[in-house]
């Protein structure tokens, strides 16, 4: 199939599920066409099958907001039509489900037909949707779709909830590919790390409010005053600022090590005991997937899709939202003992592999199927 992605090209979640999405689709024999504003962070291998596509803007004085939406739907117009692609894919609902819309009725005046999927990944949803800003658009937009992904059976009911849905909508877990995500023998930088044979305690996002970063310095603290402990914060935004100075003032900042963006989380997870995810707003959980295919049990909150990934007592452990308490609790109990430590390792990583690249691919690929037939019948 010819297949048009567009999606943020950043390091957020939405961004690293459709770029690894279309390599794999690429690997698979498709061909895969990403259209976006900048170079997908992930989309590091040329293949035969995976082209770029860049949405420029002409600058205009006038513009005092530039009008992206409007050089995205003219930048689809154009591929769709010379590339004669099958269907459209777009991650992320704002603006992409409704400028995905634009395009395929400026198309369908030019006599093409383009099927268009919305995958809807979290926040999108959650925090931005919901909002009355955005919600007629994305409800609007949502309906018009002809095939409507989550990334959980969690996000599924959020968006029939809040939005007047009034189509099927099929849950695609997001996935990993234990290709590059797995244990790596690391042991030069681990005793980097941890000198003293410290515990690796992890925790990767992009610092934004939602992610309760200052709690995972919370339970930190708490978890070291018992076990030696290392904490690597992996990742950059805004929260960075007050979560280093929480660190200072609870006495633990040169036990934390705030890296920063980083390209190998790979090999940070695979030097890592345990994960930390106490957000209070998840609809799956991908960096969590991601440490646990490194053998890294987790900690994170019951939030959104996280039960779905995290299984209670067995991949880790899930606590309500801001109950640093129970997670430290729950941290100290996985970490104490070396034996343990291995059954939760072992345990986190075969419930990774239900998560499997492989199983999830033709999740995808069937559907894209079913939703271009159906659109050349309707
Ligand atoms: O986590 C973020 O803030 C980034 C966000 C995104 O849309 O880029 O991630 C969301 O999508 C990921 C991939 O589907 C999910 O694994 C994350 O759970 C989800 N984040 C939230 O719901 C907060």
Not at 266 to 295: K, N, Q, R, T, Y
């Amino acid at each position: 199939m010819k297949i048009g992605i567009v999606c943020y090209p950043t390091f957020g979640g939405s961004g690293v599920v459709a770029t690894e999405l279309g390599k794999a689709l690429a690997s698979n024999g498709h061909e895969i066409h990403f259209i976006t504003y900048s170079q997908p962070a992930r989309l590091d291998f040329f293949s035969e099958n995976l082209y770029y596509h860049e949405v420029s803007m002409a600058q205009y004085p006038l513009f005092d907001f530039s009008p992206y939406e409007s050089a995205l739907a003219s930048k689809l117009v154009d591929v769709v039509k010379f590339e004669k692609l099958d269907v459209l894919h777009v991650h992320y609902a704002i603006p992409h489900a409704s400028v995905a819309y634009l395009a395929k009725q400026i198309l369908a005046s030019h006599g093409i037909n383009i099927p268009v999927v919305t995958t809807l990944h979290g926040t999108d949803i959650t925090l931005v949707g919901k909002d009355k800003s955005f919600s007629p658009v994305v409800t609007f937009s949502i309906n018009q779709s002809d095939g409507v992904t989550t990334v959980s059976e969690n996000l599924k009911e959020q968006t029939l909830e809040y939005f007047d849905v009034n189509r099927d909508i099929r849950v695609i877990p997001n996935f990993i590919d234990f290709s590059r995500f797995h244990n790596k023998s690391k042991e030069h930088f681990k005793r980097a790390i941890a000198p003293g044979n410290e515990r690796v305690i992890t925790h990767t996002s992009n610092f934004r409010k939602v992610k309760n970063t200052q709690d995972v310095v919370r339970i930190f603290k708490r978890v070291n005053d018992v076990i030696p402990s290392k904490l690597l914060m992996v990742g950059d935004g805004p929260e960075r600022h007050n979560t280093e100075e929480l660190a200072r003032e609870l006495g633990v900042s040169q036990e934390v090590r705030f890296l920063g963006k980083q390209d190998a989380i790979e090999e940070i997870l695979s030097v890592s005991d345990l994960f930390l995810m106490p957000s209070s707003s998840e609809s799956f959980g991908l960096a969590a997937l991601e440490a646990m295919a490194c053998h890294v049990p987790v900690i994170s909150s019951n939030t959104g899709g996280l039960p779905e990934l995290n299984v209670q007592g067995i991949s880790g452990f899930l606590s309500n939202i801001g109950d640093v308490d129970d997670m430290a609790k729950h941290a100290i109990y996985i970490l104490e003992d070396c034996d343990r430590l291995k059954v939760f390792k072992d345990a986190a990583f075969a419930r990774a592999q239900e998560f499997d690249l492989a199983k999830i691919l033709p999740l995808y690929e069937n559907y894209y199927e079913e939703v271009v037939s159906a659109s050349k019948k309707g």
